[in-house]
C-alpha cells in the first residue's frame, strides 16, 4: 500500500515535473502477479490495480486501514480491462469479461482475483472509498451502463460517458466510477474545463500504445500545470483542480469520483478563455 498526502494548490504551484508526477500520477499500477495499491489521503480513495497469473490473488486489509477485512468499511468498484477474469466474493464468483464492470458493497469479507487464462490475463481496476452502509453488489456490462453522447466533430471531442456506478444504474454511498470512450479523430476530454469542490477524481488512461500518449491538465483555473500520461497510468485530481487532457489519438479513460454528493453534472464550469 502505497501512501500519498494531500497537497495544497498553493504548494502545488511551485512543483516541478518531477514533483508533480510523484504526488498526482500513477506508473505502475499493472504488474504481473501483483496487486497494487495507492491509499490517497484526498478523500480517502483507494486505486488499485490487479493482475493475476498463476495464483488467485487475495485482496487483504492493511494497517494503514485498521480494520479486521478491507471491505468492512469501505465500498469498491472494478472494471476490467484486461482478459476475462474471476472476481470471488464471499465464495460467490463473479465473471468479468473486457469493459465488464462490479458494484461491491461494504461487509464483503473476503475477496480475491484470478484470470481465465493466463495468456491473456485479466486487468482488474479498482476504486474504493468509505463507506456507512451496505448496498447489494451489481455487476454492470457496457451495454448495462448508462449512456451519455457529448461532443462534436468540429471540437475534436465526441465520446459516449458510459456511467457504471450512478445512481442511474445501482446504490452506492459516495463512489460513482464510469468509462468515458472517445471516437475515433477525437482527442480532447472534459472540454471545457470544470472543478467540483464537493468530489474529487482520478482517470485513468488506457487503449493508447506505446507512441501515444495523453498530456492531462491540472492545477487551479488561473494556474494550470499538465502531466504526460502513458497507457494504463491515473492521474490523481484534488477537487480544487481541473482535470482535462488531450491525446496524440483517441483513447479511453476510466474516472472515478468520491466526495459529498453522487450529482455527475455537480461541477463549476471553467470557460475556456479564462485559463491561464
Known amino acids: 500500500m ?3 498526502y494531500a497537497s495544497h494548490y498553493e504548494d502545488v504551484k511551485h512543483y516541478d515535473t518531477s514533483e508533480l508526477r510523484r504526488h498526482f500520477l500513477i506508473e505502475n499500477l499493472f504488474e504481473t502477479g501483483k496487486i497494487n495499491m495507492i491509499y490517497s489521503h484526498v478523500d480517502r480513495i483507494i486505486v488499485a490495480g490487479v493482475v493475476p497469473i498463476n495464483e488467485v490473488l487475495r485482496l487483504e486489509t492493511s494497517k494503514e486501514l485498521g480494520t479486521n477485512y478491507f471491505l468492512e468499511r469501505r465500498e469498491m468498484g472494478i472494471i476490467n480491462i ?3 477474469g474471476i472476481v470471488n466474493l464471499d465464495g460467490e464468483k463473479y465473471e468479468l469479461k473486457n469493459s465488464d464492470g462490479l458494484y461491491v458493497g461494504m461487509g464483503v469479507k473476503e475477496v480475491s482475483f484470478e484470470s481465465v487464462d493466463i495468456s491473456k490475463p485479466a486487468k482488474f481496476y479498482i476504486n474504493s472509498a468509505t463507506a456507512h452502509k451496505s448496498y447489494p453488489t451489481v455487476k454492470i456490462g457496457l451495454n448495462d451502463a448508462n449512456k451519455v453522447k457529448a461532443g462534436t466533430d468540429e471540437e475534436c471531442n465526441k465520446r459516449t460517458i458510459n ?3 450512478h445512481p442511474a444504474v445501482c446504490q452506492s454511498c459516495q463512489l460513482v ?3 468515458t470512450i472517445l471516437e475515433p479523430g477525437s482527442i480532447w476530454n472534459t472540454i471545457p474545463c470544470h472543478t467540483h469542490d464537493r468530489r474529487m477524481e482520478v482517470y485513468l488512461y488506457f487503449n493508447m500504445d506505446e507512441d501515444n500518449v495523453v498530456f492531462h491538465f491540472m ?3 488561473n494556474e494550470t500545470r499538465h502531466i504526460v500520461v502513458k497507457n494504463e497510468q491515473a492521474v490523481i485530481s484534488p477537487s480544487w483542480s481541473i ?3 488531450v491525446g496524440t489519438k483517441n483513447y479511453t479513460f476510466i474516472w472515478g469520483m ?8 455537480d461541477m463549476d464550469t471553467i ?3 479564462d485559463l491561464r
Open 219 to 221: 492545477g487551479t483555473p
Open 82 to 84: 484486461g482478459g476475462t
Open 258 to 265: 468520491v466526495g459529498e454528493n453522487q450529482a455527475f453534472t
Open 243 to 245: 482535470h482535462s487532457g
Open 163 to 165: 456511467q457504471y456506478i
Open 271 to 273: 470557460p475556456t478563455k
Open 2 to 4: 502505497e501512501i500519498r
Open 177 to 179: 466510477m464510469g468509462m
